[in-house]
């Protein structure tokens, strides 16, 4: 079974503050997927990653996918209150997607 | 923009009745996925569909759980009887085919089992 460990789990922050969110697996992924859930819909896809090594941004998002291609990272720049809700990893093989444990943040004025 | 449509957004029921949930996904989408997500979890797959033939329900609880896409289209989920460990949110999800990584994702339906 292929998981995907995502920390923390949970970040609580201020507005402005600068975070990282971490993707851990022991398999090799073909690519890897980053979505924002907000609460009471459904995920929205951010950002795919497929090259080893490479980094997307988006605004003030910056995603990296691991040399290896079994790790990835997400890191906000000056986080603001419209960043809040759950993070979510997908490793995209076998023509499917497997979720990582997610990761809930809270960005407070 | 085309979107995935869920019906209805939330679900009381008591255990061990019956419940049905519905997808309709983007008009062309080959796939269909129906996902399991705890509160605070990622989503876990519970079945795929290309067309109307079923190729992914290895985590299916197929003692109590059923899924048809009958005309390759929408798509219904059953549960029953419901137990209590079946509250959780259930996503659908589509995409053009399955080697297309891009999944759209509906707003779910919030099952609560009291």
């Known amino acids: 079974t292929q998981l995907l460990e995502q920390s923390p789990q949970f970040l609580s922050i201020q507005e402005g503050e600068n975070l990282t969110v971490y993707c851990n697996s022991s398999?090799?992924?073909?690519?890897l997927q980053w979505y924002r859930q907000e609460p009471g819909e459904g995920p929205v896809l951010l950002v795919t990653?497929?090259?080893?090594?490479e980094v997307k941004k988006l605004k003030r998002l910056t995603f990296q996918f691991g040399d290896a291609r079994k790790d990835s990272s997400l890191h906000i720049t000056a986080a603001q209150p419209g960043d809040t809700g759950l993070y979510l990893c997908?490793?995209?093989?076998?023509?499917?997607?497997?979720f990582g444990t997610g990761t809930r943040l809270l960005v407070s004025p | 923009e085309a979107e995935v449509a869920q019906s209805p957004r939330y679900k009381i029921t008591e255990k061990s009745q019956a419940v049905a949930f519905w997808c309709d996904p983007i008009?062309?989408?080959?796939?269909l996925y129906w996902y399991r997500q705890i509160l605070g979890q990622g989503p876990e797959l519970l079945v795929q569909?290309?067309?109307?033939?079923?190729?992914?329900d290895s985590q299916l609880p197929k003692d109590r759980f059923s899924a048809e896409r009958l005309k390759g289209v929408d798509s219904t989920l059953k549960i029953q009887p419901a137990e209590l460990g079946d509250s959780a949110m259930y996503l659908c999800?589509?995409?053009?085919?399955?080697?297309?990584?891009?999944?759209?994702f509906g707003p779910g339906t919030r099952l609560l089992v009291l």
């Open positions: 569909f290309q067309d109307e033939s079923v190729v992914d």
């Open positions: 398999s090799v992924f073909s690519s």
């Open positions: 999800a589509s995409s053009l085919d399955r080697a297309t990584e891009t999944q759209y």
């Open positions: 008009s062309g989408h080959a796939t």
């Open positions: 997908a490793g995209v093989g076998f023509q499917k997607l497997v």
């Open positions: 990653v497929v090259t080893g090594g």
